[in-house]
C-alpha cells in the first residue's frame, strides 16, 4: 500500500536502488534477533532497530524530517500511525540537529494501523505519528525505522 498525494506520488521514485537496497535488508534481516541501534545499509541509508511500549494518542506529537525518508517497518507487535501533509501542519518545535521537526496535531490527518510485516514510507513533505496505541491498547513492539537520504 502507498498514501500519498498524487504530487508526491510522481515527484519520488520508491524503487530506485537506495529503496530497494532498504527493502531487501529489511526481508534479510530478522529485526527481532538484533540489538536496538544504528545499522548502515549503504551510502545514505540506515536503519535503526527500535523497541519500545505504544502509549497514547495525545503523548505523541506528530514530527517530519528535511533530509531523510522513513520506511518504518513493523518486525513485532502493531501500532496506529498517523500522516498529515506537512504544510497542513502547525510548527511546535525544531531540532535540526536531529533533522526532527515537530508540529500539532493537525485538523485533517489519516491513521493507519500496521502489523507485523508491514511497512509505511514517509517522504518529508509528509508529517507522521508512530508510536500510537491501536484502539488504546497499549503493546510492546519491535520496529525498524530505514533512514534513507533525500539527497
Known amino acids: 500500500m502507498l498514501v500519498a498525494s498524487l504530487k508526491l506520488a510522481k ?11 532498504a527493502y531487501d535488508w529489511l526481508a534479510n534481516n530478522d529485526a527481532t534477533k538484533l540489538e536496538n ?4 545499509i549503504c551510502e545514505g541509508v540506515f536503519a535503526l532497530v527500535q523497541r519500545y511500549e505504544t502509549t497514547d494518542f495525545d503523548k505523541i506529537r506528530f514530527e517530519a524530517h528535511n ?26 518545535e525544531d531540532m535540526p540537529e536531529a533533522d526532527c521537526y515537530f508540529f500539532k496535531t493537525p485538523k485533517f490527518y489519516t491513521q493507519v494501523n500496521i502489523k507485523k510485516g508491514d ?21 510492546d513492539v519491535v520496529k525498524v525505522v530505514v533512514k534513507v537520504s533525500v539527497k
Not at 541501534?37 to 548502515?40: F, H, Q, T
Not at 508529517?127 to 491498547?137: D, E, S, T, V
Open 67 to 92: 533530509d531523510y525518508f522513513d520506511i518504518q517497518f513493523m518486525a513485532e507487535g502493531e501500532e496506529a500511525f498517523g500522516y498529515a501533509l506537512r504544510e497542513e501542519c502547525e510548527k511546535d
Open 37 to 40: 541501534g544504528r545499522y548502515d
Open 119 to 139: 511497512i509505511v514510507v514517509v517522504p518529508p513533505e509528509e508529517a507522521h505519528q508512530p508510536r500510537i496505541a491501536y484502539n488504546g491498547i497499549k503493546k
Open 11 to 21: 515527484k519520488y521514485d520508491y524503487l530506485e536502488e537506495k529503496f530497494t537496497k
